[in-house]
């Protein structure tokens, strides 16, 4: 429990950060992703956008594999 607080505590904003992306906090009580890429997007850009996210997921198991 203490790795996923401190994921959520800062880690996950610097993986973000990173790659050049931003989160918002949701108090809706779920945990989610929102991706909001421009309104004309084009394969280059949702390509892009998808890689990115795909670093991020990838950081993140692999510091919770190294902090459990």
Request: glycine residues 8%; without cysteine; aromatic residues 4%.
């Amino acid at each position: 429990m203490r790795s996923v607080l401190a994921l959520q505590g800062g880690v996950l904003g610097g993986f973000v950060a990173e790659e050049k992306m931003t989160v918002r906090p949701d108090d809706r009580g779920y945990t989610g992703l929102t991706i909001s890429p421009p309104l004309v997007a084009d394969d280059v850009v949702i390509d892009d956008l998808v890689a990115r996210v795909d670093r991020v997921a990838d950081r993140v198991d692999a510091w919770l594999a190294e902090n459990q």
